[in-house]
């Protein structure tokens, strides 16, 4: 079982795993092999604040914004909103 964060911001038990990405502190959300991610994994600081999402719908619905490194084009996209 895999713990994914729903629309609404709450935990929930999956069988599948997340297609993206995020960290709950910066309130962002990417692609699960971001190379600004797996740096801050890397560094041992990122993954006490991870969490995981099915889509991207769900990250927008639970106000997660998109990376501005693994997802340029979105983040753009969000920014001149």
Known sequence: ????????GR???SETPGALGGHRGGRLYGRLDCPSALRAIARGGYVRHRV??????TAV???YRPCSICLPARYLAWRAR
């Open 52 to 57: 995981f999402f099915a889509d991207e719908a």
């Open 11 to 13: 935990p929930y038990r």
């Open 61 to 63: 619905a639970a106000g």
């Open 1 to 8: 079982m895999f713990t994914l964060t729903g629309g609404d």
